[in-house]
Every structure is written in structure tokens, then in C-alpha cells.
């Protein structure tokens, strides 16, 4: 018989008493995070085994334990649903269920409506904030990090909310966290001055007087985005032009993105700043050194980063690249990047050489190490050009994509600044070919779409929010 308790405090753990044989180890798997047994004791007829709530991931803070669901390796027990400030734990058999430290009473959408109404109508003045959130949540990252950190050099004095899912996302230093759908979330995202997003803002939002949204977006478009996808139907549509009215001001990473964005959300009576990304910012002057250590890849050893776009019908991430085995035959280190949206869903890739960092915070920084970098349709090719380190695109699926999920803008094919390849073994061989026969069209595509990515769009996107006074 086995029983588990939760021990609250600063370093919350799952405490396991059972009686028999002690287990050789405990684990929680989960899959973007592990822990195992920090304490197993006993012997004879009772043991006991503590395992911590909390990680630290990539050498960056203890935090709690993503959300979701773990295994329990080891043991298998019942607990009640346990509420902490750090996050929610239940546990049946020997599945683990994790939540974000909101309260049960607000889980339902008639109580999420009633925190709505109350901070949407509440009195008062606006507080002399800012409200950042990245990929829903998701983690600290992208263009909304960047400008945190110019905005904190300047004013100091500001307060900074960082929307998160749960508090296992590591937030700068000197934000706030607020956990999606807690009373704290709702009253920062109403009363804060300035909302910096990079993507849709989602759940009910009405700007309030004085309140400046700065939608950053997240990356050029080569596949086609909200009004120009096909089969959009106009309950859709309608929904597209609802959020576009929620910004102020769009950001852009060069004129072609502008272009598209204006179409694409019919942003035509508002600003579109056309000012670079400021999460490349990292990519011209950046030391990759610190991301490598944390990685525990070596100074010399060579870096394949893999880093496919999500697909819309599937919830996964791709599986058109065996990474073991490419690092296998191109003797290097493969990190395998999944989108965003793929983080929740699936486990990390393994093997030898193979480091899976979809959960890693700051892709920037990612593309800062990496000697070279494999994708698809992402737009990850429109940053990392600003590196003008060699890009390889894995495109076996290329027709369906084009044709029936999507579609593009240009034709990538002609414009690509490296070789489209349908298989592994084309890809291998295309990395181990060091000719320069994409030079020239690498030079023509870093004038299109890198020519304000100098470094300094951070500076030039705060130093507009200051001048116009939008915090």
C-alpha cells in the first residue's frame, strides 16, 4: 500500500509512503520535464520518497513543474486534488495531474465572465504599467522580451506583467508573473497602459481609455495568415477583424511583412512600424557562449538546429527527420526545435547527440549557436538570414503544404537562400556540400526582408512608445 502527501512551502514536493520492498527509484515523467526521488529511504517493511514539485531547466531558476500530466514511475498511490500557491496536484495510480496555481473556483467560463465584467467596468485610473505576453503564455520570449528589456533600461520605474500559463515560465528579472485566468491576470491586462502581444490577445478584451495595444506579431509570413488562408468562412473572417481592432500599433520586420499584415488583418487606418525584430536584435552582436554551456554543447562542437512549422492538421510536430541519425552522419550536435503550438503536445526527441529545446525559453538565442539551420516554411528562415549562416529547407510534404494546407506568398523555390530537399540522405548531402552556389541569392534575400535588423530595433520600437507616450 502506498500514500501520498503533498509538503507545501517554498520547495513543495510529492511525499510517497508505502510499505514492502523498497522501490530502486521513484520518477515523475512528464513530457517536457522529469523528476526523480530526491529522497528514498527506508528498508524492511516501509520506505519513503520525496520528489520535488519544482525543476530548474537549462541552468536557469528552480521553478515549478509545467502543467500537465505525469507518469509515476515507481509507485502508484491516490491524492485529492491539493491546492498550492505554486500550482494545483492530484494524483490516481500512477498518472499525475499538474495545473496552474488557479483557484478551482475559477476554472468554469461563467466564473472567468464574471472576472471580465469586474475589471473590464472597475473605476479608477490606469496604473503606469505594461502587460507583456508571448505565445499565449507559452513562455517569455520573441519580440515582447526584447522590448521588456529596453523598456526596463529606461524606465526603471515601470511595472512589468508577464502574462504566463503557469508559473514554471521564467519571466526577466523584475516582472511580475500573472497566471492566465487568475483575478491577478485579468486586473493587470485591464489596468496596465501599455499591452505588448505577438500574437492574438484571445478571451474577451476591450481596450479601456488610455490603454495602447502593441501587437508585435511573430515573424515575416511566407505561408499565407488570417484573411488570406483559404476556406475561411465568415464566422472566421469576422473574428479576424474583431482582433485586428484591438491594436493600436503593428510592427513590422520589413515593408514586404507590412504589406502582408495590412492585407491579411485589414490594418489600414492604424501605424504599422516598420522597425525590424527586436528578438534579432541577439543575432548581431549576441555571444552565444552562455546558451552553449547551458546546453552542455562544447566551444568547437558543431550545432544543427532543426526547426519545422506546425502543420494544421496535426497536433504534433513533424516527424520527417530521424536527428540521431543525422547527427550521426554529419558528426554534430542536433537541437530539435518545435513550434509553439507543438509544445503542449508530444514528447522531447532523444538520442544520442540530440537535445530537444522546443521547451527552451528564447529561440533567439538558439539561432544565435547554431552553425546552421534546417526548416521548412517557418519563419524562423527570415531571423536567422540575419545571421547569414547556411539554411537548408525540408520540404517532403511541399505540394500538400502549398496546395491544400496554406499556401504562400512567393514561390520558395526560386527565392529559398539554400537547397530545398525530400529526404535525409539529400539533406546530409546538401550540408556536407560547402559550395556557394546560394551566395547570391542569400545577398538578395537579406536586402528584402534583413535590412532594418541591425541590432538596434528595440532601442527604435521604445524610443517610439516613449515619444508617442504610450507608457
Known amino acids: 500500500m502506498t500514500t501520498a502527501t503533498v509538503i507545501p512551502g517554498p520547495e513543495p514536493a510529492l511525499e510517497l509512503r508505502g510499505t514492502g520492498p523498497r522501490p530502486a527509484a521513484i520518477e515523475l515523467r512528464g513530457a517536457r520535464a522529469s523528476v526523480r526521488a530526491a529522497s528514498l529511504t527506508g528498508r524492511g517493511r516501509t520506505w519513503r520518497a520525496v520528489l520535488p514539485l519544482q525543476v530548474s531547466r537549462w541552468g536557469g531558476p528552480v521553478l515549478p513543474l509545467p502543467a500537465g500530466e505525469y507518469e509515476l514511475v515507481g509507485a502508484a498511490a491516490s491524492l485529492p486534488l491539493t491546492q ?5 496536484v492530484s494524483l490516481e495510480g500512477a498518472t499525475v495531474r499538474i495545473g496552474p496555481p488557479v483557484d478551482p473556483a475559477y476554472d468554469s467560463g461563467e466564473a472567468q465572465a464574471a472576472l471580465e465584467r469586474r475589471y473590464a467596468t472597475r473605476p479608477g485610473g ?11 503564455g507559452r513562455n517569455a520570449s520573441c519580440n515582447p522580451l526584447a522590448i ?26 523584475g516582472a511580475i508573473p500573472v497566471v492566465e485566468g487568475s483575478p491577478e491576470w485579468w486586473r493587470a491586462r485591464g489596468a496596465a497602459r501599455l499591452i505588448v502581444v505577438n500574437d492574438w490577445l484571445r478571451r474577451r478584451f476591450e481596450r479601456r481609455p488610455g490603454q495602447r495595444v502593441l501587437q508585435t506579431w511573430h515573424g515575416t509570413p511566407l505561408k499565407r495568415l488570417a484573411l488570406h488562408r483559404p476556406g475561411f468562412d465568415a464566422r472566421r473572417s469576422l473574428a479576424v477583424l474583431r482582433e485586428a481592432r484591438r491594436w493600436n500599433v503593428l510592427l513590422a520586420q520589413n515593408p514586404y511583412a507590412a504589406r502582408i499584415l495590412r ?21 548581431v552582436s549576441g555571444d552565444g557562449s552562455a546558451t552553449r554551456q547551458a546546453l552542455g554543447i562544447g566551444a568547437r562542437e558543431r550545432v544543427l538546429l532543426y526547426a519545422p512549422t506546425w502543420r494544421d492538421d496535426r497536433a504534433q510536430m513533424v ?8 547527427a550521426a552522419q554529419t558528426d554534430a550536435v542536433v537541437l530539435v526545435r518545435g513550434h509553439s503550438r507543438t509544445l503542449l503536445p508530444g514528447r522531447d526527441a532523444a538520442g544520442p547527440r540530440v537535445i530537444d529545446v522546443t521547451a527552451y525559453p528564447d529561440m533567439a538565442q538558439l539561432l544565435l549557436v547554431a552553425d546552421a539551420l534546417i526548416t521548412d516554411y517557418s519563419s524562423v528562415m527570415f531571423d536567422y538570414s540575419v545571421t547569414g549562416k547556411p539554411m537548408y529547407f525540408l520540404v ?27 529526404t535525409q540522405q539529400e539533406l546530409v548531402d546538401a550540408i556536407q556540400d560547402d559550395s556557394a552556389a546560394y551566395a547570391d541569392r542569400y545577398e538578395s534575400w537579406r536586402a528584402v526582408f534583413n535590412a532594418r535588423d541591425d541590432g538596434r530595433a528595440a532601442e527604435r520600437v521604445v524610443a517610439r512608445l516613449l515619444d508617442q507616450r504610450m507608457v
Do not use: C, K, M
Request: hydrophobic share 40%; proline share 8%.
Open 84 to 88: 498550492l500557491g505554486t500550482l494545483r
Open 319 to 326: 516527424d520527417f527527420l530521424d536527428p540521431a541519425a543525422l
Open 126 to 136: 490606469l496604473e503606469e504599467a505594461a502587460f507583456f505576453e508571448s505565445f499565449y
Open 148 to 173: 521588456d528589456r529596453r523598456l526596463a533600461e529606461l524606465r526603471p520605474d515601470l511595472v512589468r506583467y508577464w502574462s504566463v500559463v503557469d508559473l514554471s515560465v521564467q519571466v526577466p528579472d
Open 263 to 283: 492585407g491579411a488583418y485589414r490594418f489600414r487606418s492604424r501605424p504599422i512600424w516598420v522597425e525590424g525584430h527586436p528578438r534579432n536584435d541577439v543575432l
Open 396 to 422: 517532403p510534404d511541399l505540394e500538400h503544404y502549398r496546395g491544400r494546407l496554406r499556401g504562400f506568398y512567393f514561390d520558395l523555390g526560386r527565392s529559398a537562400p539554400g537547397p530545398l530537399v525530400r
